[in-house]
């Protein structure tokens, strides 16, 4: 299992305010471009997560179903921290504010991946199970390529 590139970013963010250095997080952001940078990247994965996508995997793919509610609790705390910490050192809940070319591409794009994403789902069901055809084995390998081109990344 990996974890998303943005997972821990609301727990540093949370830290720094804890500690009273919203401020100084806030002036690197207006002054410098490495973490102007950083945040950018972040933001531009985080404007990619959909939840609920995530707990359909969670839920249909996850045997240890304890496990599964746990991590999906973590990362759903972890991602609503990020948004509200990354939100007051941008100065906007926006997180293609910087990027509107993404964000149009983003709405254009999302709504061909779900039913790419449920498809993903049925299909490594079926292989888990057992089912490990040449079709079944291609309609993995179709829809991951698939979804990595539709969020152009990694997926």
């Known amino acids: 299992m990996s974890l998303p590139g943005w997972f821990g970013l609301g727990t540093a963010l949370a830290t720094a305010a804890e500690a009273g250095r919203t401020g100084d997080l806030v002036r690197l952001h207006r002054d410098d471009m490495f973490w102007r940078t950083v945040l950018s ?10 939840l609920g996508i995530a707990g359909l995997y969670a839920e249909r793919l996850v045997t240890d179903r304890s496990a599964g509610e746990r991590v999906m609790a973590a990362i759903t705390e ?5 948004l509200r910490h990354l939100a007051e050192v941008t100065g906007t809940d926006d997180l293609l504010a910087d990027n509107p070319v993404l964000a149009r591409s983003n709405r254009n794009r999302f709504a061909y991946l779900d039913p790419l994403h449920v498809l993903q789902v049925e299909l490594l069901g079926r292989y888990r199970s057992g089912d490990e055809g040449e079709m079944v084995q291609r309609g993995i390998h179709l829809t991951l390529n698939a979804i990595a081109t ?3 990344n990694s997926g």
């Open 41 to 50: 990247n972040a933001a531009m994965v985080l404007a990619k997560v959909d």
């Open 78 to 82: 972890e991602h609503h921290l990020v």
């Open 150 to 152: 539709g969020l152009r």
